[in-house]
């Protein structure tokens, strides 16, 4: 994550150089007109004998007319104004040297970004007075940048990064007051920034990051006061930022991380009112962090860490409305209060770690999804916040001083450490490791504590199991196994923690009981599953997913109770079958997530293949929903719920794992419902990691009525089929009936005329609560959204996630007179 907001603004910059680049390409004409002289056959032939010696063009289709040639666009006269060519040329033609640029006279842009060329700046460029546009970013080019490009002096763009070029920034750049955009990151340049630089006050985007540059930033900077983009971080800056700072105005983005930086942040920082991205990090910067950031009301991105700030953090920091990623982390903050950050509506991920922190959690969490505030000095209890109603999905509190009881409802995050603290493991443990919620809560949440290698338990599940013809033969490896890391973990915890020994010691000498709460000792544990499932007799069958039956069994002496997932046997003895099945076990271990159903442990047998799950009580959101009764009871506010659930199960899979797993089946059937109605996507039987080496052709995909309409023609499954599918589930989550026909209708103007309300499922009465309404409109305009056609139009399941957590103003319109054409913005 380091650097990802500061590549996010390099993507940005090239955005901006693309439409640049757009720019002058409407140029032509005028260019054409007014600068090239009289059509002469001569230089003309010049220009296409320099680009044919080039050999970088080589597919031309019309050899005789350069001017139609990819990459390559001429004026009203014939001659050659702008080369943009980007294939690389076979490599003994990659010399820059190979195109002899004086050949062309008019040229106005030369783009040769990323053809991989080598060699040395040429000097020849130094003669086309008339260059505009200069772009040879993304090759391999070396030595230094010439002194005599200061020449130039039309030269809006120039755009040298990511190449070897070493040396000083020529002080001659100084003449270029025309200059809008200089990038030269990723080089090995050194010396000071001239000083001349400074001046150029038509400059918009500078990026020198990830240099060498030494020296000090001068308070001439603040002349710059129409820069929208400031890059000079990973260098090895020194000195203070200068007050004048706050003249920049305009800009937007601010990165002088990673470099060696002392004083304090300058207040007038809050004079920059667009500024969106700050990063400050890795310097020695001290002193309290200003209040005025406060004023900052567009600030998205923040990064302080690493450096030596003291002081609390200012309340006025609730004021900066606009923070998504704030990172404070590693300095010597004091103070109690960690709610201004927290406050933030649109606030993700907080990183308060590694500082002098005190007080008690108190805040009121809302958006937050990654919070770490391990390595401080807070106590009190943790507060009922971080339960299944928060978006929450990753918690770091270790090394603090936090007590008081933990209570289930932290099981639901994916991840959460409490290591280190004082809390208070009391003595109705016991108790509650009889049930099974604590089970779960045991062997996801307790062992991920403090196991920090937990993958360790999946390279053991992909053992392969002896397979044998003997009948006797089966394994159940999954939960001993788990019961290992179990014995691991208090034996870790034993000899680490001294206040828990008496306790621990008892659960160690337990360890049998363990095993038996969970059913999870081989053999034991299959002839209950038999038992209980009277051999798998259909009167305990509960529903047939893709690739089998589902059978619920209550364990004898525990009373838990599991879902089985008996394959079909067939299937299990199909060699493709049975790698989907291994797939399916690998991928399940490696989720946790508060929406996605648990895999306890799977069987093999000769006779038999199943899956062990978390039982669902109220089955799939299809059974529910194509039953009356149920039906009815599943009102706006738990189907908006249950749609948030899926969202943020599907946004979990495709953008927090790594890498990206993409569901390919999302049904209502897929989705199934607890006792309290919350949702667990479930059944990942086709699900396959979306490896960056392996193609993602599939030959069968998905359900009819829920597939991308791009599976059509292609066969490559990508997360934007899911979100497709998702859509699907949504609205017929809310219309309480498959969409059907209205989907393929979605561009008839007559089917755009459909009021909303005439959608929704009439077995419920139409919301009443304004919150109801608006939460169905928000839904449907984003399940909307997601059914585009084009794949690329959809947004992606994060962006759906982060949609449907935020709050929305309501819609001017009454409810009942809304239609859907509406909601198709
Ligand atoms: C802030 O900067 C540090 C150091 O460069 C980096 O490790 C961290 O990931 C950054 N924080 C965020 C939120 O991007
Ligand atoms: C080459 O381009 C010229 C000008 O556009 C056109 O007149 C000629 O027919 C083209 N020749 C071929 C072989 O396409
Ligand atoms: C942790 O809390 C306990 C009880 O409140 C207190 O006695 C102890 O000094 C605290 N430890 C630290 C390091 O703050
Ligand atoms: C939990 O936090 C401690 C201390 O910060 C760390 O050493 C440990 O690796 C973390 N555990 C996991 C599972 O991330």
């Not at 200059?179 to 920034?193: D, K, M, R, V």
């Not at 004023?295 to 200012?314: C, D, E, M, T, V």
């Not at 949609?803 to 009454?814: A, H, I, T």
């Amino acid at each position: 994550m380091a650097n990802c907001v500061c590549r996010l603004l390099v993507v940005n910059c090239m955005l901006i150089m693309a439409f640049y680049n757009m720019m002058v390409l409407l140029l032509p004409s005028v260019v054409g007109t007014s600068m090239a002289p009289s059509s002469n056959s001569s230089f003309i032939n010049e220009e296409r004998k320099a680009l044919l010696e080039s050999g970088w063009w080589n597919d031309y289709r019309n050899i005789s007319h350069h001017c139609e040639w990819y990459g390559i666009l001429c004026n009203e006269a014939g001659s050659v104004i702008h080369i943009y060519m980007d294939i690389p040329p076979p490599k003994e033609l990659r010399l820059i040297q190979n195109l002899k640029v004086t050949a062309f006279s008019n040229l106005y842009s030369l783009d040769l970004y990323g053809m991989g060329l080598t060699g040395n700046i040429p000097l020849e460029i130094c003669t086309f007075t008339n260059l505009s546009a200069l772009y040879l970013n993304h090759n391999h080019l070396q030595g230094s940048i010439p002194v005599q490009l200061g020449n130039l002096t039309r030269l809006k763009y120039l755009s040298f990064y990511n190449n070897s070029l070493t040396g000083f920034i020529p002080s001659t750049f100084r003449k270029l007051v025309n200059l809008t955009s200089i990038l030269l990151s990723f080089n090995h340049l050194e010396g000071p920034i001239p000083i001349g630089l400074w001046n150029l006050t038509e400059l918009l985007d500078v990026d020198f990051s990830n240099n060498l540059l030494t020296g000090e930033i001068p308070s001439s900077l603040g002349q710059l006061k129409n820069l929208l983009s400031l890059h000079l971080d990973s260098n090895k800056l020194e000195g203070i930022l200068p007050m004048e700072v706050g003249n920049l105005t305009q800009l937007k983005t601010f990165s002088l991380s990673h470099n060696l930086l002392t004083g304090l942040i300058p207040s007038t920082l809050g004079q920059m009112e667009n500024l969106t991205s700050f990063c400050l990090d890795f310097n020695h910067i001290t002193g309290p962090i200003p209040r005025e950031l406060g004023n900052l009301r567009l600030l998205k991105y923040l990064n302080l860490s690493h450096n030596s700030l003291f002081g609390s953090i200012p309340l006025e920091i609730a004021n900066a409305i606009s923070l998504v990623e704030v990172d404070l982390s590693h300095n010597n903050l004091t103070g109690s209060i960690l709610s201004p950050i927290l406050k933030c509506p649109y606030v993700e991920k907080v990183d308060l770690s590694y500082n002098f922190l005190n007080g008690s959690i108190t805040s009121e969490i809302t958006c937050v999804e990654n919070l770490n505030l391990s390595h401080n000095f807070l106590n009190g209890i943790i507060p009922p916040i971080f339960g299944i109603y928060s978006v929450l999905h990753k918690l770091d509190l270790s090394y603090n001083n936090l007590t008081g009881k933990l209570y289930k409802d932290l099981a639901h995050l994916p991840y959460i450490n409490l290591s280190y603290n004082s809390f208070d493991f009391s003595s109705d443990l016991d108790l509650k490791l009889k049930t099974p919620d604590y089970c779960y809560f045991a062997k996801d949440t307790l062992i991920s504590y403090h196991m920090p290698n937990f993958t360790s338990c999946h390279f053991l599940y992909q053992t392969n199991p002896p397979q044998t013809r003997n009948s006797k033969a089966f394994m159940l490896i999954a939960l001993p196994i788990v019961g290992f890391i179990l014995l691991v973990f208090l034996s870790t915890v034993y000899f680490t923690r001294s206040t828990f020994n008496s306790k621990l010691k008892g659960m160690l000498t337990k360890n049998g009981d363990l095993f038996s709460i969970w059913n999870y000792d081989g053999k034991i544990a299959f002839d209950d599953i038999i038992k209980a499932t009277e051999d798998f007799d259909i009167k305990y069958c509960i529903g047939t997913g893709g690739y089998g039956s589902v059978y619920r069994a209550q364990l004898p002496g525990s009373g838990n109770i599991v879902a089985l997932k008996k394959l079909h046997q067939m299937e299990s003895q199909n060699p493709s079958f049975d790698r989907s099945f291994r797939n399916e076990v690998k991928m399940l271990t490696e989720i946790r997530h508060k929406n996605i159903v648990r895999l306890h442990g799977y069987c093999l047998h000769n006779r038999y293949m199943f899956l062990i799950y978390q039982y669902m009580e109220r089955g799939s959101l299809f059974y529910v929903l194509n039953n009356d009764v149920e039906a009815e009871e599943l009102n706006w506010t738990k189907r908006v719920t249950i749609i948030k659930g899926m969202a943020q199960a599907l946004s979990y899979m495709h953008h927090d794992c790594n890498p990206p797993i993409i569901h390919r089946d999302v049904t209502s059937s897929n989705v199934l419902l607890n006792s309290k109605l919350e949702a667990f996507v479930s059944d990942f039987g086709t699900a396959r990691l979306l490896d960056p080496d392996s193609s993602n052709q599939t030959l069968v995909v998905g359900t009819y009525g829920y597939i991308a309409p791009e599976l059509a023609y292609t066969l490559t499954v990508t997360e934007k089929c899911d979100v497709y599918s998702f859509g699907v589930v949504a609205l017929e989550t809310l219309m309480g009936r498959h969409p059907g026909e209205l989907i393929s209708s979605l561009s008839n103007s007559s089917t755009q005329h459909i009021l909303l309300k005439d959608l929704l499922d009439s077995r419920l009465l139409l919301p009443v609560l304004p919150k109801e309404a608006q939460d169905i409109v928000h839904v449907v305009t984003l399940a909307l959204a997601c059914l585009c056609s084009k794949p690329k139009s959809r947004p992606s399941m994060q962006q759906v996630a982060q949609e449907l957590c935020s709050s929305k103003p309501p819609s001017p319109l009454p409810f009942p007179e809304i239609s859907i054409n509406q909601l198709m913005t």
